[in-house]
Nanobody
Framework: VQLQASGGGLVQAGDSLRLSCAAS????????MAWFRRAPGKEREFVAG????????SYADSVKGRFTVSRDNIKKTLYLQMNNLKPEDTAGYFC???????????????????WGQGTQVTVSS
């Protein structure tokens, strides 16, 4: 299983970015996929995810109403549309996937078996 994240960049506060995470290998539509981020000096935190193939989306409170997660099961790609970006969104963004996750584990990075290499998002004020 390989995950390739892309789409990061340097933007100003209020701008938008769209991240993509292309999966190859085993991941199927039934796998849970999610985005996490890690800012300098901080713990890795859950951003948004889609639980299995049910299409059940979940978001961190800090991004609700600004970020939208989606997936294209044919292309095996996870997306993160980020609008109204803020300086506090600055972080490395990582996609992750796993086949066997129960819903209560969605927010737990240790529950994910496979990780992409990350893409940097920097938001200037």
């Amino acid at each position: 299983v390989q995950l390739q994240a892309s789409g990061g960049g340097l933007v100003q506060a209020g701008d938008s970015l769209r991240l993509s995470c292309a999966a190859s290998g085993r991941p199927g539509s039934s796998w849970t996929m999610a985005w996490f981020r890690r800012a300098p000096g901080k713990e890795r935190e859950f951003v948004a995810g889609i639980f299995r193939s049910y299409g059940r989306e979940s978001y961190a409170d800090s991004v609700k109403g600004r970020f939208t997660v989606s997936r294209d099961n044919i292309k095996k790609t996870l997306y993160l549309q980020m609008n109204n970006l803020k300086p506090e969104d600055t972080a490395g963004y990582f996609c992750a996937t796993s086949e066997r996750i129960i819903y209560s584990e969605l927010y737990n990075p240790d529950a994910y078996a496979y990780w992409g290499q990350g893409t940097q998002v920097t938001v200037s004020s």
